[in-house]
T-cell receptor
Framework: KAGVTQTPRYLIKTRGQQVTLSCSPISGHRSVSWYQQTPGQGLQFLFEYFSETQRNKGNFPGRFSGRQFSNSRSEMNVSTLELGDSALYLC????????????FGQGTRLTVV | GQQLNQSPQSMFIQEGEDVSMNCTSSSIFNTWLWYKQDPGEGPVLLIA?????ELTSNGRLTAQFGITRKDSFLNISASIPSDVGIYFCAGPGGGGATNKLIFGTGTLLAVQP
């Protein structure tokens, strides 16, 4: 069974640009959650998509958005990039129901210059 | 909001030693997850706990779900160099959903051969 796949692994963007990250969950999983990891703030929840609908949202500005497709693949978009958006962005795949395990991809390392 | 306090922050041990770390929550959890993360990679799920008092092993790793449901413990026996990494505890945020996780601050483990 293939794991969670995130692309690209590394990105360098300039302030003010926008970026789109992609996540393919484990086959059969319907939930994709996105997290931002920085040295200062640790791992923080961004949002979760289940069956193409945003079901949960963390405390991030509206510049951070996402979507999920009918095959459960998800994309995350960050517009008007700021230096502070430099981070490791992780997606996690789960069945979407209570008391189930969440499996992470390798992450996308975004550097904003 | 919910917070997870993880201790110790770091541990520097000799190969062969046993390791203990713990995580406490400001509120009751119905699930505890323990992850290990290598530099630049995504967290890898080690153990999932679903019942208060539950003790679960995965090889040399043993984790326990505290009976108060506000804490969890992870033990590693006979550590080896590949145990090096950051260990995170995590619990569900909001409605018990494990697709919206709250993470501890992590325990950095260094093992000297």
């Amino acid at each position: 069974k293939a794991g969670v796949t995130q692309t690209p692994r590394y990105l360098i963007k300039t302030r003010g640009q926008q970026v789109t990250l992609s996540c393919s969950p484990i086959s059969g999983h319907r939930s994709v959650s996105w997290y931002q990891q920085t040295p200062g703030q640790g791992l923080q929840f961004l949002f979760e998509y289940f069956s193409e609908t945003q079901r949960n949202k963390g405390n991030f500005p509206g510049r951070f958005s996402g979507r999920q497709f009918s095959n459960s693949r998800s994309e995350m978009n960050v517009s008007t990039l700021e230096l502070g958006d430099s981070a490791l962005y992780l997606c996690a795949s789960s069945s979407g129901f209570r008391d189930t395990e969440a499996f992470f991809g390798q992450g996308t390392r975004l550097t904003v210059v | 909001g919910q917070q997870l306090n993880q201790s110790p922050q770091s541990m520097f041990i000799q190969e062969g030693e046993d390791v203990s770390m713990n995580c406490t929550s400001s509120s009751i959890f119905n699930t505890w997850l323990w992850y290990k993360q290598d530099p630049g990679e995504g967290p890898v799920l080690l153990i999932a706990l679903y019942k208060a008092g539950e003790l679960t092993s995965n090889g040399r790793l043993t984790a326990q779900f505290g009976i108060t449901r506000k804490d969890s413990f992870l033990n590693i026996s006979a550590s080896i160099p590949s145990d090096v990494g950051i260990y995170f505890c995590a619990g569900p945020g909001g409605g018990g959903a494990t697709n919206k996780l709250i993470f501890g601050t992590g325990t950095l483990l260094a093992v000297q051969p």
